[in-house]
């Protein structure tokens, strides 16, 4: 049965998780009694139905039904999942939970967005503690995976590990935060770096972008893949992260003694931020710099999907989780995805090398279903291409969905000739490929006959 | 003239340095008493070949030679650019500095990689302070592109501008701190988010791989593109940076006055953090994480490139100075690089799309030497590929050196035919392409005839 999610408070995050969960097949209601929430939803709705997508090489599920609700009830009555993303201020949470208690399943998850509030404070006035917990995320919600998942004591262990399952399977990583502390996780190095930031930006030492440009040029490239321990602890070579403390631990601590204290937010220096910021990125409307950021998140993370490491591991995991693969028969669809942002060229249509890796996954996708998966790889066996013959007849663009259908137009021994047709949502034929594949042994890597099942399967096309 | 860098000091930090002058080119002379010295380098320079022409889509130049010194004067004394990168004791600094400046020209740029002396600490004893100036690097320094320079009110602007001009010959970012201050910019948010995850885990909150995931699943990769202010831009939405600081100031200075202080390095704490990253990371190899890592960051900046945004716009940049255009001609090199790591497959091999991309740019290089560069795309017209003919002969791996090589096959009008060579360093071949292609206008999408200087230069081939 479909499941049903319940969004308390749009705007970006509420927004960012409404996305999540509807583009991952579920109901989504929402309750938001700001007359812009709507707006201010579609708006975040249209970046996420943008992005989400090609960060995986298979079509999401079908997307589930959004309802805009007229009361808070409506929206939690017969839901599985309550998301609430108000106003950071207690009595407003304790407010609104109460409600959604007093209406929700006693089974249903209730999760805060909350960035400063602890679970057990959300949890004062509540009789049934044990289904509210924090699940903290982060913008961009749609793409970003970290939940920061943070249980009481009163939180029951069933509804965290229900909760921590739920959000596996919308492509979220859940961190289970063991113990509860002011602002979680994540939000204390953040709020520590602001902290810097702002003494930098006060005493003159660096501007915003110069800022920016120390961290992305640097080690936030570091920390997009390993983090800071890991990274340091390739720092501390074979003699591994004892000898690191000992030799670095010393030199670090000569500045920690300086600018700790919390720099006062005068208009002043608020007036210098944004001047600042302006001259750094006033060429951008927000609306622009939130598709570069996306942009450049998908490319990212595709990168690192490619190379099976860090939030690419995660994406690759949830893809298999929703993949679907077709049977073997003849116009079989061997591929369902949209084309990604990380496939367009100068020319602002998918370049000629991408349609060579669409038949390629299209050819994984037949040999899939023709038992000559990765499991017929692990055993030494594949196949490898020696000829593509491929036509170009529509431009194919970011975004679009698409299809392939492949067909066997040979299967003799270790010959095997399909033909692919890429073909647009709408019905339209984008390209063909002609491809000639020869079985190998991946031990001598020279063709050879196939073994079972692939030769019984090949029976087929005979 | 060939230049010249003096590397004092070898280690990671040192052999990075190396690494950089050397696949860019320069001559490279090294000083380094340590016996182990040239084992240290020499794997440091195994990890950069690996990696960094993998940025490009064009070969590096000529690799620089590389002298191993017995004295620091034979090191230093023809050298343009000096590079000291031994212990942080200032006693040290002090007197390699002044050995330095000893027997080095003094239009030589003495750059020291120290991440805790201020410039004026380093100059000091020295009666030549103008050339000396921080040029702080990170860690893989052959692949981050960041430096940060500088200079103290001693250092001549001569030497810091010559300084950042040749750091960026070399695909590096000099950014130009403006004030002295210790720890420079990048490193005072290194340590306040090192003393959070010290305490952290002190306190039993997280262990490192919660927080290396905290990191690397969410904020991590906003910053690796983006950093901290333009970020937070976009979260404050079209309301700008004033508003946001408004909105999330007061919230964000709760836990501020919270574990400010530094937490205590007792061994119990070492050993904790240690055990730990021996739980998180223990199943690798220091070398097996920094080749996981460079293989991460190899295929995150090539996509930042591909987006042509942050590190990969540096890269980009960088590129187009090292890029040599073949002259038009039958038989001409059109691509002279690289197979990337984020090329391969499950094969092991490259994928037959990369084949593709490889014969798009091949046309590329052809297109830009018969005049169809980027002038002609801006004034609106292009060649799009209607059919490609790919013979896959000879498997390809990453790390292989390839060219194409690119002959006409026919030119008539509207019509350009194209047969491509895919050639390994060695001369084995490794696959072929015959390429149709169509003259376009990129403003109707249709085909047309060419226009001048590409209908001139392509009676060459009539």
Redesign the interface.
């Known amino acids: 049965m479909t499941k049903v999610a319940a969004i308390i408070g749009g705007g970006?995050i509420g927004g960012g998780w409404l996305a999540r969960f509807l583009l991952n097949g579920w109901t989504v209601r929402v309750f938001d009694p700001d007359p812009e929430a709507e707006r201010k939803i579609s708006e975040v709705l249209a970046n996420a139905r943008h992005a989400l997508p090609m960060l995986y090489e298979t079509a999401l599920p079908q997307e589930g039904e959004l309802i805009f609700c007229e009361t808070l009830q409506e929206a939690v009555a017969d839901a599985d999942w309550i998301q609430e993303s108000v106003p950071?201020r207690l009595d407003i949470k304790h407010s609104v939970l109460a409600d959604i208690q007093a209406h929700c399943r006693p089974d249903a998850i209730i999760g805060s967005s909350t960035?400063?509030f602890k679970p057990s404070e959300l949890q004062e006035k509540s009789d049934r503690p044990d289904q509210i917990m924090v699940c903290h995320p982060?913008?961009p919600v749609y793409l970003?995976?970290?939940i920061?998942v943070v249980p009481s004591v009163k939180t029951s262990q069933e509804h965290t590990e229900k909760a921590k399952d739920i959000l596996r399977s919308i492509g979220c990583?859940p961190?289970h935060?063991?113990?509860e502390?002011?602002?979680h996780?994540?939000?204390?190095?953040?709020?520590?770096?602001?902290?810097?930031?702002l003494w930098?930006v006060k005493?003159?030492?660096?501007t915003?972008?110069?800022?920016?440009?120390?961290?992305?040029?640097?080690?936030?490239?570091?920390?997009?893949?390993?983090?800071?321990?890991?990274?340091y602890?390739?720092?501390g070579?074979?003699a591994?992260?004892?000898h690191f403390?000992?030799q670095f631990?010393p030199?670090?601590?000569?500045?920690?003694?300086?600018?700790?204290?919390?720099p006062e937010?005068t208009d002043e220096l608020?007036?210098t931020?944004?001047d600042?910021?302006?001259a750094?990125?006033g060429a951008h409307?927000?609306r622009e710099?939130?598709r570069?950021?996306d942009?450049?998140?998908i490319?990212?993370?595709?990168?690192?999907k490619?190379?099976g490491?860090?939030?690419g591991k995660?994406i690759k995991d949830h893809e298999q989780t929703i993949q679907k693969p077709a049977p073997l028969a003849s116009e079989m669809v061997s591929v369902r995805r949209v084309i990604p942002?990380?496939w367009t060229?100068?020319?602002g249509h998918m370049?000629?090398?991408?349609?060579?890796?669409?038949?390629?996954d299209a050819a994984d996708g037949f040999l899939g279903a023709l038992g000559a998966g990765?499991e017929y790889?692990d055993a030494g066996y594949?196949y490898?291409?020696?000829?593509?013959?491929?036509?170009?007849i529509l431009?194919a663009h970011a975004g679009q969905k698409v299809k392939v259908l492949t067909d066997v137009l040979m299967a003799e021994g270790k010959k095997l000739k399909l033909f692919h047709k890429m073909v647009r949502e709408d019905g339209e034929l984008l390209s063909t490929c002609e491809q000639f594949l020869l079985h190998v042994s991946?031990t001598t890597?020279k063709s050879c006959d196939p073994v079972s099942p692939v030769s019984e399967n090949l029976m087929n096309f005979a």
């Open positions: 970006v950071e960035s400063g982060f913008n970003l995976p970290l920061e990583y961190l935060v063991r113990k502390i002011d602002a996780i994540a939000d204390r190095f953040l709020e520590a770096v602001w902290r810097e930031g930098l005493d003159g030492i660096a915003t972008e110069e800022i920016d440009d120390a961290i992305r040029y640097g080690f936030g490239l570091r920390w997009a893949q390993m983090g800071l321990f890991e990274t602890r390739i720092a070579g074979e591994g992260m004892a403390i000992a631990g030199c670090l601590e000569w500045p920690w003694t300086k600018l700790m204290d919390v937010l608020v007036q931020i944004a600042q910021s302006d750094q990125s409307s927000i710099l939130e570069i950021r942009n450049n998140l490319a990212m993370m595709r990168a690192l490619q190379q490491n860090a939030a995660l942002v990380d060229d100068y020319n370049n000629e090398g991408r349609y060579g890796q669409i038949y390629s990765q790889v594949s490898f291409t020696v000829e593509t013959n491929i036509k170009y431009e991946l890597r």
